[in-house]
Nanobody
Framework: QVQLVESGGGLVQPGGSRRLSCAASGFTFSAYVMNWYRQAPGKERELVATISSFGGDTRYADSMKGRFTISRDNVRSTVYLQMNSLKPEDTAVYYC?????????WGQGTRVTVSS
């Protein structure tokens, strides 16, 4: 079955960087678009970034452009989110997402806290 496992979260100082990983299994990873979402305390879940199946096309939410980079390794079935110049408002639980046969699959999330 589809499984998404995020890792890499933690406490980061403002202006710092963090790389998140999402290991995927249970489907043909290289055939599917992958997404990163996040949910801040008290807010709705929002789309952070999207990457096409072979990585040639990436899209970002406006507030992340120029600071975040999504990438993927189709050999390792892993999608990454490199986050730079982190701000306190980036504090959230970050989720990996797959839409597969019309159903959304989510990992358990990894928490990123940006604070001094």
């Amino acid at each position: 079955q589809v499984q998404l496992v995020e890792s890499g979260g933690g406490l980061v100082q403002p202006g710092g960087s963090r790389r998140l990983s999402c290991a995927a299994s249970g489907f043909t990873f290289s055939a599917y678009v992958m997404n990163w979402y996040r949910q801040a305390p008290g807010k709705e879940r929002e789309l952070v970034a999207t990457i096409s199946s072979f990585g040639g096309d990436t899209r970002y939410a406006d507030s992340m452009k120029g600071r975040f980079t999504i990438s993927r390794d189709n050999v390792r079935s892993t999608v990454y989110l490199q986050m730079n110049s982190l701000k306190p408002e980036d504090t959230a639980v970050y989720y990996c997402n797959l839409r597969y046969y019309g159903k959304d699959y989510w990992g358990q999330g990894t928490r990123v806290t940006v604070s001094s």
